[in-house]
């Protein structure tokens, strides 16, 4: 059931919450594990720590590593140098278990959303149950060493087992409060974490421990437990989505079903009970191959459209898990199962614990060689002059980026001094998201962050989400130039129109509360000048409530209301539309593409995604009183968008622009603002100690 549920999830196939066969296999993993050390406390008085990490290396590693090394190789030659890369970085965590913690700190990142999922991202789950493992032998020997204690003093006959089930208890409640109060907060980062998931594996593992208690249920009604169990998991599967969050107390449910499948199956009668169709041959021998077909079959997924030329259908997506099911079923009777006999590493659990540090090791090799045979990022261009524009003679600052940007649209070769290189670019954000001025997740209080000249008495704001952030660099220098105080408020993923937004198809709440925090802030601050950017989210665009209607959509009407809060909350205020989106995240297309770098460059048609509503928005600003900035210019000649000017790589991802360009934009906005800049100058000479004048 677990391993069905997961790959019909990840093929799309009409299981919205398949991801719950991983909490599942937590579950299956959790009893199973536990069974097997309780089996042997019972019968030998101790548990050989040695034993059982050699028998989870032997269980584990080959088949793990064989996938690793095969999708290594295949990430080098069919993702571009880059991709790869990133690819090596991912198995080289997932080769030490810590798969989960790289991935949630790479996730989390606002600024990675557009990074394509990685073909060993499953290994999340691996590296959460290999850490529960390191601990749990650790805790069961603590347990016993505890009851030692108390029957020597009490001289009692006390179950040492009592003492477990008390730990692991606790560990298990701890977690899933955790789980659950966390659920909104952080749902990347809890996602992924041992933390949210512990209560899942112990729950396998009190099942295991409880299981004497089974064997008073009446055979009938455990069959029943055993049927609604499967109920549980199947309810869960079918209602759930990427919008539940999750783990949470949602997790309850399959694991809930997982444990009364398990529990009540040790007794049920197979005729009353879920083993009629889960004890069938067809289940039982896709349950032995389930974690060949686990590790198999997302690699083939996520590789197979850079083999195929084209993203996968749903028939394609079901038809490479099939061929995926074949490459498990083969890894597990010519690896995975002969490896697990071999009796010479059972019987000396040393030698298992160094096979496992050899297999570990090839794993870490293999990414090792693999960078420079697959992933060379050599620029095959000469370096060449940074762009400086400078007003001089009859040439204006637009004549002259308009002239670079023609020139970028035939860049072929990629210079050998771009700036930011390739493999900095998904790293360089702007210093104010480095440092939390651009407030990220379910925080909502901008903290008002101050830069520019901090003495001044002349403020400006920056007010927008991440697509406005990325003006900062160059806002900031205008504002050293001019002597204002600049203060950032700004939050990813929420625009400053006031209008809902919709994430994973429900309401993401703190994009209101953030929006009115920084209003309050703005009109208190009356600064001299707003200047306002955002996204268009015009798909995940929800009416917000007290919003007046009348202009055109939910988008416009949200525009309009954020417009007019400024013009009488601010003295001036300036609106810069969003900016042109690629097709592909830049420095991956780049990378690939280093000798001739035109097929990363897109049609003007398709950089503008909306370009009627930004006529509209430009006609609200200016019916607002509200100087508006149509950047498109800025970015791009009137037929194509390039992704490189001389030695500036202009996008970090499809839709942000590095601080680099930014920065080299600087004199153009300055020029575009002209007039607002000597009206405040005027300001501060008529009033020079007044503030925000």
């Not at 309810?235 to 997982?258: E, Q």
């Amino acid at each position: 059931m677990a391993v069905v549920l997961v790959v019909l999830f990840h093929c799309g196939a009409w299981i919205p919450g398949g991801y719950v066969g991983v909490d599942v296999f937590f579950v299956i993993s959790g009893f199973l594990i536990t069974t097997q050390l309780v089996r042997e406390l019972r019968q030998t008085g101790r548990i050989s720590l040695c034993g059982f990490y050699a028998r989870r290396a032997r269980r584990i590693l080959p088949a793990a590593t064989l996938t690793t090394v095969v999708t290594v190789v295949a990430a080098g030659l069919l993702l571009s140098p880059l991709s790869a890369i990133r690819v090596f970085g991912d198995a080289r965590a997932a080769a030490v278990f810590g798969a989960n913690i790289h991935f949630a700190a790479r996730d989390a990142n606002y600024f990675n959303a557009d990074l394509p999922p990685s073909p060993l991202q499953h290994y999340w789950s691996l590296s959460v149950e290999e850490q529960f493992y390191f601990v749990w032998p650790l805790l069961l020997v603590l347990s016993s060493l505890v009851w030692l204690g108390i029957r020597h003093r009490s001289r009692s006959p006390q179950p040492r087992f009592r003492v477990v089930i008390v730990i692991l208890a606790t560990v298990a409640g701890l977690s899933l409060a955790v789980s659950v109060l966390d659920a909104t907060r952080s749902a990347t980062v809890d996602y992924y974490s041992l933390a949210t998931r512990a209560w899942e594996l112990a729950a396998g593992a009190l099942v295991a421990l409880s299981l004497p208690l089974a064997a008073r249920l009446d055979p009938r009604l455990a069959g029943v437990l055993t049927w609604t169990g499967v109920a549980c998991i199947a309810t869960a599967a079918m209602i759930f989505s990427n919008s539940t969050p999750y783990p949470g107390d949602a997790a309850l449910l399959p694991v809930a079903g997982a444990v009364a499948i398990i529990f009540a199956g040790s007794v049920a009668r197979k005729r009353w009970g879920a083993e009629a169709l889960l004890g069938t041959a067809p289940f039982q021998r896709v349950g032995a191959w389930s974690y060949s077909w686990y590790l198999w079959h997302w690699p083939v997924l996520i590789l197979a459209p850079a083999l195929l030329g084209h993203s996968l259908s749903k028939l394609e997506a079901l038809t490479m898990a099939l061929i995926s099911l074949v490459i498990a079923v083969l890894s597990f009777v010519l690896v995975e199962r002969p490896i697990r006999r071999i009796q010479t590493f059972a019987r000396r659990p040393s030698l298992g614990l160094a096979g496992g540090g050899v297999l570990v090791a090839t794993s870490l090799a293999a990414v090792t060689l693999a960078g420079p045979v697959f992933a060379s990022l050599r620029a095959a261009g000469p370096a060449v002059a940074r762009p400086v524009l400078v007003s001089h003679g009859t040439t204006s600052l637009t004549a002259q980026l308009s002239a670079d940007l023609r020139a970028g649209v035939q860049t072929r070769r990629v210079p050998s001094n771009l700036d930011p290189s390739l493999t900095a670019a998904p790293q360089d954000d702007p210093v104010i998201a480095k440092n939390g001025c651009l407030l990220v997740d379910s925080a909502v209080k901008s903290r008002g962050c101050v830069y520019g000249d901090k003495t001044s008495h002349t403020s400006v704001v920056l007010f927008g989400d991440s697509h406005g952030s990325v003006w900062f660099p160059a806002l900031n220098r205008i504002s050293l130039q001019q002597g204002w105080r600049l203060v950032v408020m700004a939050k990813s993923g929420c625009p400053a129109a006031a209008v809902n937004v919709v994430r994973h198809g429900s309401l993401f709440t703190n994009c209101p509360i953030w929006r009115q925090d920084a209003e309050r802030q703005i009109a208190a601050l009356h600064p001299a000048l707003v200047v306002v950017a955002y996204s268009q989210y015009l798909n995940g665009a929800r009416p917000l409530a007290g919003v007046p209607t009348g202009y055109g959509s939910t988008w416009l009407d949200g525009t309009e209301a954020t417009f007019r809060f400024l013009h009488h909350a601010a003295a001036r205020v300036v609106f810069i539309t969003d900016v042109p989106m690629l097709t592909q995240v830049a420095p991956d297309c780049v990378s690939g593409h280093m000798s001739d770098v035109r097929p990363c460059t897109v049609a003007r048609s398709i950089g503008i995604r909306y370009p009627g509503v930004t006529h509209q928005e430009l006609q609200l600003a200016r019916r607002n009183h509200i100087d508006g900035i149509n950047s498109t210019p800025w970015f791009c000649t009137p037929v194509r968008c390039p992704v490189i000017v001389d030695n500036i790589l202009m996008y970090r991802d499809a839709q942000h622009m590095t601080p680099q360009w930014s920065r080299f934009l600087t004199p153009v906005l300055a020029d575009a603002i002209k007039p607002i800049i000597r009206a405040i100058n005027a300001d501060r000479a008529i009033a020079p100690g007044a503030r925000n004048q």
